[in-house]
C-alpha cells in the first residue's frame, strides 16, 4: 500500500470528530472525512455551533473544515474511497438479554462492518476506534471473510482513544502513548506501520506501542478500570475521614506525595460519571464472569458499587442537614455536566443525586453553561417525580444567569 491518501471515520461523536479533526490539522495532504446516519449531527459539524463542547476544538474545525475534514451522511462514498476507516460508534451497555447492564452491545460495530463489507473493494485498514471488549476486532474479522467479495481484501486492527473530554485536544496533540494492536501476521504488521506513519508526523516513535489485538482492546478496559478504581478507592476513604474528623483532603495530599501513587484522580467527590468507567468496569466484570474468574469479577464490580454508594451518601447528607426533609425546598445544582468543560452528561453523578432529591420532594434549580435546558429536562425525566413540577425556572440553557 502507498502513502494514505483517504480516511474515512464511522461516527461523529465525542471520539470521532475531535480525533479526525487533529488528524487533519496534522497532516494537510490527508482528506479525512467524518460520516454518520445522524444527518442533524452532521449539519451541526458544519456549522458553527458544533455539536459537542471541548476546549479548542471549535478553532481546529474551523481552520481545517472544507479543505482536507469534511463532515457527510454519504457513507457509502466514503468507505469507498477510504484507504484507512476508523469505525467509531457507540458500544453501549446492553439493556436486555444475556449480559444485560454489563456486557457491551456491539449491534453499531457489527451493522459497520457489514456495511465496509458490501460497498469496499480494494485493500481497506479497518481500525476500531470505539471500546470495545476483547475480541471484538476477530468478530469483525469474521464478518469481512464471510462477506468478503474476491475484489475486497482488508486488516482489521485496534486503536483504542485514550482522549479524556474537557482535555480531548491536548490530549490527541500530545498523547502519553498511542496504541495499535494488530495480527501477528505479515500483512498485520504492515498494516500497523501504515497506521503508525500517520501517528509519526506528532507523536514521538517511543510513544506508539504496538501489541497483538487483543492487548490491544483489554488494555483500554483495563486503563479505565483503574482510573475508576482510583477514584473508588478516595471515595472509601471520605467516609472513613467523615466519621474519624479526619480531613480528606489532607489524607489524599499525603498519599498523593508518594511518587508510587502519585496525585491524579485522588479527589474525593460524589463519585465518577460519564461514557466510559462504568461502561468498561461492567465490561471487565461480564468478560471475567463469563471466562470463569469470579473472584476478579467480584474485585472490580466492587469499583461500581462503591461508586453508586458514594452518590447515595452524599444526597442522604443534604437531605440530613436540612433536618430530613427537603420537601418544596429549593436547592440549587451548579453543574450538571459529568465533569468541567464538557457538555456531556452522560452517566453524570449530578443526574443521579438530583433524582433522589426529587423524589425526596425538592424543588431544584439547576444550571451549567454546557448544558442546555433540553438535555437536562430529558435526563431527569425518567424520575418518579415530575421533572416539570420540580425543576425551578432556572433551569438553564446555556447562556442563564447564573444563580
Known sequence: MGPVKRICCIGAGYVGGPTCSVIAQMCPEIAVTVVDVNEERIQAWNSDQLPIFEPGLQEVVEAQRGINLFFSTDIDKAVREADIIFISVNTPTKTFGLGKGRAADLKYIEACARRIAQVATGYKIVVEKSTVPVRAAESIQRIFSANTKSDLSFQVLSNPEFLAEGTAISDLKNPDRVLIGGDETPEGQRAIETLSSIYVRWVPKTRIITTNTWSSELSKLAANAFLAQRISSINSISALCEVTGADVEEVAHAIGTDQRIGNRFLQASVGFGGSCFQKDVLNLVYLCEALN??????????????????????????VSCLFNTVTDKKIALLGFAFKKDTGDTRESSSIHISKYLMDEGARLHIYDPKVKKEQIMQDLSHSTASAEHLLGPHTSAPHTTPL
Open 293 to 318: 474468574l469470579p473472584e476478579v469479577a467480584q474485585y472490580w464490580q466492587q469499583v461500581i458499587e462503591l461508586n453508586e454508594y458514594q452518590r447515595r451518601r452524599f444526597a442522604a447528607r443534604i
